[in-house]
T-cell receptor
Framework: KAGVTQTPRYLIKTRGQQVTLSCSPI?????VSWYQQTPGQGLQFLFE???????NKGNFPGRFSGRQFSNSRSEMNVSTLELGDSALYLC??????????????FGPGTRLTVL | GENVEQHPSTLSVQEGDSAVIKCTYS??????FPWYKQELGKGPQLIID?????GEKKDQRIAVTLNKTAKHFSLHITETQPEDSAVYFC????????????FGSGTRLSIRP
């Protein structure tokens, strides 16, 4: 069974631009969560989508948004990029949604660098 | 706000010895505590988890203990091997209102040959 895939793996943007990251969950998994990982702030939860609906949300500004498609693939978007948005963005999938207490399978992440 | 404190931030042990990583959480509504291992260039991987109705769980060389009264939980790795070298994260999940997951800051474990 294929794992969680994320594209692109690496991305370089400049301040003020916007970016869209993609995540394909494990086949059969309907929930996708997004995380930001930085050396300073560690791993932080962004949001979770299940059946095309955002079920849970972390404490990030509205510049961070996401969506989920009917095939469970998910995208996250960051608008008006800031230097502090440079991070590894991880996505994780699980079978059930709305309940983060299920085993989450992480993808390899997208490394975003904002110049 | 809620947080999870993880110690130590770095840990170096001799191959074959044991390693212990400790976490403390603040949200008393937390009831699920996973541990993740992250190797270089990869996403975190769940290695063991424990729920609040259990005090200890073991899986081969890895064990986790939970003290709900003290809001402490710990990861124990016995007979450490070189492949155990990685960054380990604890996390606490709360269902008080909506699901919320908070990670510890990570422990970089190095196994000395």
């Amino acid at each position: 069974k294929a794992g969680v895939t994320q594209t692109p793996r690496y991305l370089i943007k400049t301040r003020g631009q916007q970016v869209t990251l993609s995540c394909s969950p494990i086949s059969g998994h309907r929930s996708v969560s997004w995380y930001q990982q930085t050396p300073g702030q560690g791993l932080q939860f962004l949001f979770e989508y299940f059946s095309e609906t955002q079920r849970n949300k972390g404490n990030f500004p509205g510049r961070f948004s996401g969506r989920q498609f009917s095939n469970s693939r998910s995208e996250m978007n960051v608008s008006t990029l800031e230097l502090g948005d440079s991070a590894l963005y991880l996505c994780a999938s699980t079978i059930r949604g709305g309940d983060l207490g299920n085993e989450q399978f992480f993808g390899p992440g997208t490394r975003l660098t904002v110049l | 706000g809620e947080n999870v404190e993880q110690h130590p931030s770095t840990l170096s042990v001799q191959e074959g010895d044991s390693a212990v990583i400790k976490c403390t959480y603040s949200d008393s509504a937390s009831n699920y505590f996973p541990w993740y291992k992250q190797e270089l260039g990869k996403g975190p991987q769940l290695i063991i988890d424990i729920r609040s109705n259990v005090g200890e769980k073991k899986d081969q060389r890895i064990a986790v203990t939970l003290n709900k009264t003290a809001k402490h939980f710990s990861l124990h790795i016995t007979e450490t091997q070189p492949e155990d070298s990685a960054v380990y994260f604890c996390a606490a999940i709360s269902y008080s209102s909506a699901s919320k997951i908070i990670f510890g800051s990570g422990t970089r474990l190095s196994i000395r040959p």
